[in-house]
């Protein structure tokens, strides 16, 4: 997880191990290092801008978890009420939904969910104008910038698929 908040959403990634290991590499060592990105600077801009942010407003994963909440809520309202078999996992801005009966906590009970139920959310929500992650197995990642407005659309676009 830190690697995607250490690039800001842009690409970037960290490694780290005990100071006696890291003392190998240049420049303090003779294990030279490099990538593609690394040190980039526009990643790395971005990562410590989100970092700073995140430290100055503690208070956006609250409000990421309660949005995170408002959608799981609606969602699951729509398809209570039209009869669809459906499981939504859910933690802290993250929400997937599953259309099965039994709970899903691993692989293995994700993919007894319906594929058919599945398709047809995923490309009715696209009719919608609502880009979903494009797998059964993938889940939603709510960002700050997403409205009440914005989750109550995608509840009503969810309502007009099924």
Known sequence: MFGKVIGGGLPGGAFAARSEIMEHLAPEGPVYQAGTLSGNPLAMSAGLA???ESNQNAEVFESLTQNTAFLH???AEVLTEKGIAHQINRFGSMVSV???EEPVVDFASSAKGNNDAFKKYFHGML???IYLPPSAFES???NDAI???DLTKTVEAVRAVF
């Open 140 to 142: 939603y990642f709510l």
């Open 73 to 75: 809520k609606g969602i």
């Open 50 to 52: 989100m970092l700073t």
């Open 127 to 129: 009719d919608q104008g």
């Open 147 to 149: 409205s009440y407005d």
């Open 98 to 100: 599953h259309f099965c």
